[in-house]
């Protein structure tokens, strides 16, 4: 960088002959009225900014300068304007202009222009971790990035970067990482739509470097500034992968009219960071200037960082967020979607990679598991829209043409099983490059399945296809997508700030987020903590890594979260107390540790005590804040000598540090304060372990045992009092477990019924040795004395009492001489408790008479036990009137109608207890006439057998003497006679509606000649 003005200058005038044609006909731009450099937009005199720049590179020219050496002065300039990864201010004032001019002699002019026909990228870009390598991969990179600290001399010249003081001139001392963290967030903005992860590194100081490569005591990225121009003009500048990628920005501009207007969420330095930073990843910049691309060589507030052209770019060369994702081994995992809830799945601008991507990423594989069959559909959208871009040639200017950036690729979907190796459902309709291809999988099994989106090409002059995916289970919502950050460094005790709802976005269309859709755990307990806020921040008083999650929850009710490292650094450790600080010989003590940034004590072998006879054992359990440590016991030898003893921590900071706090713990025989009878610890009322000591306890004078009913022999020695309150009434059982404790002893317990000092025997309610247990009666709210020690004098330790309480119980005969097994406290109102251990097998309850209903509603007045399996018994009352609810049952009408009723109320067949549903009744029957033939049979086959239906349950009469298919034979006898016409003119003289064959409802004439035409006829 440290390039003399002239010649670098020289160097660029030997590449002008070979460019002279191109460099003649944009010199004649300049003269005439070229794209302005930028803003794309005129100054208040008619001039451009590049004109502005060439005006203040004329005036800066040497004096003496021949009009040979001002063209190639001029040519050059416009030729580093052309590669330059300087962004411009639109509001460049010509002092600014000087500047620019200035800082472009100091810029590499080797920088090699991208010529397809979209975003614009180095032929070099990042690949792997902190490797550079071919562009056009989509392949995944991980990035270190750090901030230098003031003072050094930055961006290649001798100005001191000065960020960090510029953020604490704006937010006050100990919050430079507000300020830090706008930054990240610019980061995150690429990390939202690519493959890239940012890890903060410490950054040592060393001297600026444009050096490709960057030394593992720095980032990859390094991010400062120095004083430039003034407030706008030059707002940046960011030098490519082979470059460094290093970021520099202009002091002049934190101000409150441009870096630190905090419109937006201070969009506009978000925006100018992603910028440079997108120079960083290897993007040149694009034109047209009118506040649709980041990559756009003037700033713009119009958007929120990365647009369509950078998020193709990213991908192009990073791969989408998923990237790697390109076979089924590697398919991105959903998980399960119905389990804990139904959900969907929707990502939006994944990409493909071209038919022939580098290592397979022309294809997308995706993974999701059912619990229980669903209605699934799964769907591929191109996205990408049609846009005007093209590089910049100078300013605003540069050949640009329509990228039609849906349609680069055709996307072809399929679904299939866990392994990916049978095609289980292929798109309903293969479509053309542009179209949506969607999967319907109705009651689609339980199981795991996989998608494989596949660009079937052909990719003519682009390449990368933007897509969205959704799969949508049922009618399920899908989550929002949570972004918390990057990982990053924060120095112990300084406020740490993170920024939720700057790239945190909604996935599924019409949900909303708002401040309460934001809520954090910011100290990796795996609780959140810290509710309804997108943007807070906290201290962290010790070392350490801490996983900070971020929870996102949209206006739908869909969760997603996020999960970010925060290491923090720069604390010192200590050790302030041992507690207990004092012990006796023979036992293991719990101990308490506290100091100042302990979280890295992670095993007891982390712990020592100086001396010999004073071992760790346990595991350590240490606060969040690094500053109480649990979960460790100091054993002590029956014969470790009695002095006082130092406490050793090693690595206590994660970093090789050692702590040592002395005279922190003393081993002699010291008599606990519950040594003696008169000063008991209360354990509570609980039940279950509680713990007691006897270390350095001697043997109380209360030993009086003889005839007291206790096995127990001998005394309790080293004897220790504890007092507990039964919280019920009942049976409280006894014992110990010092034969599990560390060191194992054997030890002894007496219960007494009283609080204070026993006096003989007249309390003692049971004593036994380790292991064997022993239970008393309680009643609620008595407090018992025990005393605790050991069968072994000397033989000393820490263990539990365990006490296991349950209530009595006992047979509870209720007023109709039920008996259950009730609590004596639950065996209320008129019920009757029969005593504690009584049970209901001797049958201890009253017998009780009452009615007894059975199946068919009869009512009996008998005893419980003589009321039949199956009917229901209810004690007292009376069987007059019947108070049984009586049966239904199906009751079937003669035409074979059912209906569910009560026997009574049946006028037909009645059958109990069944329903209409299956109808058990049997079809309607009646006479079917085929001419004189009768059968009887149902109205179905009647009509199956073209005859006609004499109604339900009619007749056919006897056989050979046909009635009901002869109307003529009217009196039913003998068949057609002439008997027949003299019945029939009775009937018709008399009115009888017998008469009336034709059915007109009456009797007339007209019956006479219609008996006489059928009498005739015959049957």
């Not at 975003?119 to 270190?144: E, P």
């Not at 903590?529 to 971020?550: I, K």
């Not at 039913?972 to 003299?982: M, R, W």
């Amino acid at each position: 960088m440290a390039i003399h003005r002239a010649a670098f200058l020289s160097v660029l005038c030997l590449t002008i002959p070979a460019i002279a044609e191109s460099r003649t006909r944009l010199l004649a731009e300049i003269a005439g009225e070229p794209a302005c450099l930028g803003p794309c937009v005129h100054t208040a005199h008619g001039s451009t900014l590049l004109e502005k720049l060439m005006v203040a590179s004329d005036e800066l020219a040497p004096a003496g300068e021949t009009p040979e050496q001002a063209a190639c002065r001029r040519e050059a300039l416009l030729d580093k304007v052309q590669s330059s990864p300087l962004c411009f201010s639109p509001n460049s004032t010509p002092e600014q202009m000087a500047r620019i001019v200035g800082m472009y002699d100091m810029l590499p002019p080797g920088l090699v222009m991208g010529t397809s026909d979209r975003f614009r990228t180095a032929t070099t870009v990042w690949s792997g971790n902190s490797a550079q390598g071919a562009s056009s991969r989509a392949a995944r990179a991980t990035l270190r990035y750090s901030f230098p600290p003031d003072g050094i001399a930055w961006g290649g010249e001798a100005s001191p970067n000065d960020l960090n003081a510029a953020i604490t001139a704006r937010f006050g001392a100990g919050n430079v990482d507000r300020g830090r963290e706008l930054i990240r967030q610019a980061l995150a903005g690429w990390r939202r739509v690519a493959g890239l992860t940012y890890n903060e590194v410490n950054d040592s100081g060393s001297a600026f470097s444009t050096s490709g490569s960057a030394p593992a005591t720095v980032g990859d990225i390094r991010i400062g500034s120095i004083p430039q121009d003034g407030v706008f003009g030059v707002l940046a500048y960011n030098f490519f992968p082979t470059g460094g990628g290093d970021m520099t920005l202009d002091t002049n501009d934190f101000s409150g009219s441009s870096f630190w207007s905090s419109s937006n969420n201070y969009r506009f330095l978000r925006n100018v960071a992603a910028h440079e930073h997108g120079h960083g990843l290897g993007y040149f910049h694009v034109v047209p200037c009118n506040d649709t691309k980041l990559m756009e060589p003037s700033a713009s507030s119009a958007f929120d960082v990365q647009q369509i052209d950078e998020i193709r770019g990213s991908q192009r060369n990073y791969g989408d967020r998923f990237a790697g994702n390109n076979s089924a081994a590697t398919a991105t995992d959903f998980g399960n979607l119905t389990t804990p809830i139904v959900k969907s799945i929707v990502h939006r601008n994944l990409s493909t990679n071209g038919t022939a991507g580098v290592g397979g990423t022309g294809t997308d594989w995706f993974k999701f598991t059912l619990s229980s069959a669903q209605n699934v559909v799964v769907n591929v959208t191109p996205t990408g829209g049609s846009y005007t871009e093209g590089q910049q040639s100078s300013g605003c200017s540069g050949t640009t043409s329509t990228v039609v950036a849906s349609q680069a690729g055709n996307l072809n979907v399929e679904l299939r099983d866990a392994a990916g190796t049978t095609v289980v459902r292929t798109a309903d309709a293969a479509g053309a490059a542009g179209v949506a291809e969607t999967i319907t999988f109705n009651s689609m099994p339980a199981g795991t399945y996989t998608v494989r989106v596949a660009d079937a090409g052909p990719n003519a002059n682009q390449t990368l296809q933007l897509y969205d995916l959704t799969v949508r289970v049922g009618t399920s919502k899908a989550p929002p997508q949570a972004i918390a950050g990057i990982n990053k460094r924060i120095p112990f005790g300084q406020a740490c700030y993170f920024m939720g709802n700057v790239n945190t976005k909604v996935n599924e269309t019409g949900a909303t987020l708002n401040n309460a859709s934001y809520d954090w755990d910011l100290n990796g307990d795996g609780l959140f903590e810290v509710l309804d806020n997108p943007q807070p921040n906290r201290s962290y008083p010790a070392n350490g890594p801490v996983s900070v999650t971020l929870r996102v929850t949209d206006s739908n009710g869909m969760s997603a979260t996020d999960t970010i490292l925060v290491t923090v650094y720069g604390a010192t450790s200590s050790v302030a107390a041992v507690s207990p600080n004092s012990a006796s010989p023979g036992g293991a003590i719990p101990v308490t540790i506290t100091g100042v940034n302990l979280r890295s004590i992670t095993s007891a072998s982390q712990v020592s005590v100086s001396g010999s006879g004073v071992t760790v054992s346990g595991t350590p359990s240490v606060t969040f804040d690094g500053t109480t440590i649990t979960g460790l016991s100091f054993v002590i030898a029956p014969a470790a000598p009695q002095s006082a003893r130092n406490l050793t921590l090693t690595n206590a900071d994660g970093a090789g540090q050692s702590v040592t706090l002395n005279n922190a713990f003393t081993v002699a025989n010291i008599a606990p304060s519950n040594n003696e009878c008169s000063a008991p610890i209360h354990w509570g009322s609980a039940g279950g372990e509680l713990p007691f000591s006897n270390l350095g306890a001697t043997t109380s004078p209360q030993q009086s045992f003889p005839n007291s009913g206790c096995p127990s022999s001998g005394p309790v020695n080293n004897d220790v009092w504890y007092t507990w309150t039964a919280p019920l009434t009942g049976s409280v059982s006894v014992t110990t477990d010092s034969v599990a404790a560390a060191p194992s002893f054997n030890s002894r317990v007496a219960v007494y019924l009283t609080a204070s000092c026993p006096s003989g025997t007249t309390s003692l309610r049971g004593c036994d040795d380790f292991g064997f247990p022993f239970s008393i009666a309680v009643n609620q709210g008595q407090t018992l004395l025990f005393q605790v020690g050991s069968v072994v004098a000397g033989q000393t330790g820490s263990a539990n009492v365990i006490l296991s309480v349950a209530p009595f119980e006992g047979a509870c005969c209720d007023s109709a001489g039920f008996c259950t097994i009730e609590l004596l406290s639950a065996c209320t109102g008129s019920s009757i408790y029969q005593g504690t251990g009584t049970t209901c097998q001797t049958h201890p309850c009253p017998d009780v008479e009452g009615t007894c209903c059975d199946a068919g509603g009869s009512c009996t007045f008998v005893f419980r036990e003589d009321c039949g399996q199956g009917a229901a018994w209810t004690p007292g009352g009376a069987c007059s009137p019947n108070p049984c609810a009586q049966p239904t049952g199906a009751c079937c009408a003669a035409g074979g109608s059912c209906l569910v009723t009560e026997q009574s109320e049946c006028a037909g067949t009645w059958m109990m207890a069944l329903s209409c549903s299956p109808s058990p009744c049997p079809d309607a029957m009646g006479a079917c006439c085929v001419g004189t033939t009768c059968t009887v049979g149902s109205p179905a086959s009647c009509a199956t057998a073209s005859g006609q239906y004499q109604g339900d349950a009619s007749a056919c009469g006897q056989v050979g003497n046909p009635t009901t298919c002869c109307p003529a034979n009217f009196n039913g006898q003998s068949g057609v006679t002439v008997q027949d016409i003299f019945d029939f003119l009775t009937a018709y003289f008399s009115a009888d509606p017998s008469a009336d064959v034709n059915q007109s409802e009456d009797v007339t004439v007209q019956d006479i000649f219609d008996f006489l035409a059928l009498y005739f006829g015959g049957c």
